[in-house]
């Protein structure tokens, strides 16, 4: 069974960095694509990186362009996001998730995921 444990959340000040981490079990981490997204509340979950297998593409929304970094280390069997200049509207649950092997799903969609973590809160203070 694949388990994704994200950590890196917590509160910090608006223009503060944050990064997070995602260890994803397994030994096939290497072949899969993975993104990140995020959940606010109310709201329906939505995508906010995406990287593929070997790093060697990564996607962003709009919104997190030029402030946000997706990466990931196939070593450690692990993503990160690193979160510059963070906003208020920032503010949410974080997820990162396993993108599945076959799909005609966009990479920045969340249709294309399968597995999930269990998420990590970020607060962006005003």
């Known amino acids: 069974q694949v388990q994704l444990v994200e950590s890196g959340g917590g509160l910090v000040q608006s223009g503060g960095t944050l990064r997070l981490s995602c260890v994803v079990s397994?030994?096939?981490?290497?072949?899969?694509?993975m993104g990140w997204f995020r959940q606010f509340p109310g709201k329906e979950r939505e995508s906010v990186a995406a990287i593929s297998w070997n790093g060697g593409s990564t996607f962003y929304v709009d919104s997190v362009k030029g402030r946000f970094t997706i990466s990931r280390d196939n070593a450690k069997n692990t993503v990160y996001l690193q979160m510059n200049s963070l906003k208020p509207e920032d503010t949410a649950v974080y997820y990162c998730?396993?993108?599945?092997?076959?799909?005609?799903?966009?990479?920045?969609?969340?249709?294309?995921?399968?597995?999930w973590g269990q998420g990590t809160q970020v607060n962006v203070s005003s």
């Open positions: 998730a396993r993108r599945l092997a076959v799909t005609s799903y966009s990479i920045l969609d969340v249709r294309a995921y399968d597995y």
């Open positions: 397994g030994r096939t981490f290497s072949s899969y694509a």
